[in-house]
């Protein structure tokens, strides 16, 4: 794998065709890499007239990556609400670009994993819903592509595919969803361990492997965290955070969905109805040590009593439970983001941040009470959207913001081409290399194919899919039961509350998108009717499988047995409510 040439895309559409061989490893020597890194920027800068110069070290690739990270949630992302301070992910996006508008092509974990990984939707890479798909580790993906080329690839934490990793030269993930505390893990095959916090640990890991590494060849690590999925369970430190702040409300808490369809009324994922007592801190996760107990309820202990007191009902129910999730989901993210000023600081530290392209990402976005929800699955903005900010020293300007339509499907070619390597041509992203360097060609993708499947399933979202521009979304329910179209003006309705569909004034709108959907659909080959595999079998799963990982608690807030507490998830249909004294 030493011997194979990489070549170094360059303006113009010229390659740099460079033989990576023995003879030219000392580039690849420890010490240089930042010399050689800002070189080879200047190569992507200047044109393919400086072809034929010395062979440059393609970048290491530090990609970290949240689950359910709501962009409302980065500071730099600048929600009105101003929910957390994010210093160190404020600082990727200083040092170099925020992707305003980066998409998912179906908003939930295992899928959008599984298109990092191969490029590719989910009706091409065949994950297409956490309920039953699994991830077929024999096709082409982003880590075997890398370490062919002589990258040493790991990932660590969170993997959610099922079938063991495969490209990895070292991988230690959490089985399933992980827990928060204590977690076991699986480490090439060995289940091992842990105690301490998963967003730490998993940290750790990352830091013992890269300080393990061998110096003179490039890396490419995947830092997977757990958090801030459900049930949003903070380190211990990170209790009371916030010191009781009341969080301001989203405009549209208490949605009442008029102006759109059925499936928007059928889910079942609010603050107000889906919401559990494991979820709103009523149950003690089983894994806390008595030190750790210690700390939840001397936090946990003293709120709840009060609001058993209270007795509150309605929409100051519903308040109650928007201010303890976000305390919760926001305790969460403090804890990402130092593991991203850790993670920076010893790059900083080993000298090599200058020679390594760092990501910023997550799985999907996430509501954050918009709507009344929480969770993701929707074409709609916040699931959609995903947070993306990429730092590459010497190649993308200080403090950059794009607004183009991205995808998470653009991933695995902008680093391909970033490590000079060739994208394949089965991988439906585009390389976002120009995008970087400020410059978006002509004939940059206008518009987005979206498609989601996992119904009926966990949080009874529907099945749809739908065209997204830039200013537009056409939307189709295709369920029997549901059955019908959306259209929504982003420009005139940001929230989409009202859908257009069949107004006369947007006819030629319609007409246009629907025209687009279909292009967009025969040119991705997207299966119609959807194949026998993207079908969740059996027709009503329990909840609480797949994406709603339930840690099974053993104990009362008070820490003594009641029976009837802590069951996984109540039957779809039937809505926790807080367990009232
Ligand atoms: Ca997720």
């Excluded at 990170?238 to 010191?243: F, I, P």
């Excluded at 902008?414 to 995008?435: D, F, I, Y």
Aim: proline share 9%; glycine share 8%; with cysteine.
């Amino acid at each position: 794998m030493h011997k194979r040439i990489w070549s170094l895309p360059v303006r113009g559409g010229g390659e740099l065709q460079h033989p990576r061989s023995r003879a030219t490893s000392r580039v690849f020597g420890s010490g240089c890499g930042w010399l050689v890194l800002s070189t080879v920027a200047a190569l992507f800068l200047a044109g393919p007239s400086l072809a034929g110069t010395e062979v440059r070290r393609p970048p290491n690739i530090l990609f970290i990556f949240a689950d359910d990270h709501a962009y409302q949630a980065i500071s730099a992302y600048g929600d009105p609400r101003r929910l957390v301070e994010t210093p160190n992910i404020d600082r990727l996006a200083r040092e170099g670009m925020r992707f305003d508008r980066c998409l998912v092509p179906n908003s939930i974990c295992g899928p959008s994993r599984a298109t990092v990984l191969t490029g590719k939707y989910s009706h091409a890479n065949g994950f297409y819903n956490n309920t039953n798909s699994r991830f077929d580790g024999s096709q082409t993906t982003l880590p075997k592509l890398l370490r062919a080329a002589g990258y040493q690839t790991a990932i660590v934490g969170k993997w959610h595919l099922v079938t063991d990793p495969t490209g990895f030269d070292y991988w230690e993930i959490l089985p399933g969803q992980g827990v928060y505390y204590n977690p076991p893990m699986i480490r090439n095959g060995q289940r091992v361990k842990h105690q301490g916090y998963v967003t730490d640990i998993v940290t750790e890991l990352s830091l013992a492997w890269l300080r393990q590494r061998e110096p003179n060849r490039p890396f490419f690590l995947m830092c997977h965290h757990k958090a801030p999925h459900r049930s949003w369970e903070p380190a211990l430190r990170h209790l009371g955070h916030d010191g009781d702040r009341q969080y301001p409300l989203p405009e549209t808490l208490f949605d009442d969905y008029s102006g759109r369809g059925k499936a928007e009324r059928h889910q079942d994922m609010t603050i107000a109805r889906t919401m559990n007592e494991i979820d709103l801190k009523f149950v003690l996760p089983r894994q806390l040590t008595p030190e750790q107990l210690q700390a939840w309820n001397a936090y946990y202990g003293p709120r709840n009593e009060a609001f058993r007191k209270a007795n509150l009902q309605g929409r100051d129910l519903v308040r109650w439970k928007y201010n303890r999730y976000l305390h919760d989901y926001l305790g969460c993210i403090k804890a990402v983001d130092e593991s991203v000023g850790r993670l920076l600081r010893f790059l900083d530290e080993s000298g090599l941040a200058a020679s390594t392209l760092v990501v910023y990402s997550s799985d999907q976005g996430f509501y954050l009470g918009e709507h009344g929800w929480f969770d993701k699955r929707w074409i709609f903005e916040e699931s959609l959207r995903t947070p993306l900010v990429i730092r590459w020293p010497g190649v993308i300007a200080p403090g950059s913001v794009n607004r183009d339509l991205v995808a998470n499907l653009d991933f695995a070619p902008t680093l391909l081409e970033a490590a000079g390597l060739s994208v394949p041509g089965e991988m439906q992203g585009r390389s976002l290399l120009p995008l970087l360097q400020g410059r978006t060609p002509a004939d940059w993708r206008k518009s987005f194919y979206y498609h989601y499947y996992e119904y009926p399933g966990p949080h009874d979202v529907a099945r749809h899919y739908g065209v997204v521009t830039a200013r537009y979304k056409l939307v189709r329910f295709y369920e029997p039961e549901f059955d019908y179209w959306e259209l929504f003006d982003l420009e005139k309705d940001p929230r989409e509350l009202t859908s257009v569909y069949g107004r006369p004034e947007y006819a030629q709108v319609q007409k246009e998108l629907e025209a687009e959907l279909a292009r967009l659909r025969r040119e991705l080959k997207v299966p119609d009717p959807d194949p026998p595999e993207a079908a969740i079998r059996p027709a009503k799963p329990k909840p609480a499988k797949g994406e709603l990982p339930r840690p099974k608690p053993a104990r009362s807030q008070g820490g003594k047995p009641k029976p009837g507490k802590g069951k996984p998830a109540k039957p779809q249909g039937a809505k926790a409510e807080v367990q009232r004294p």
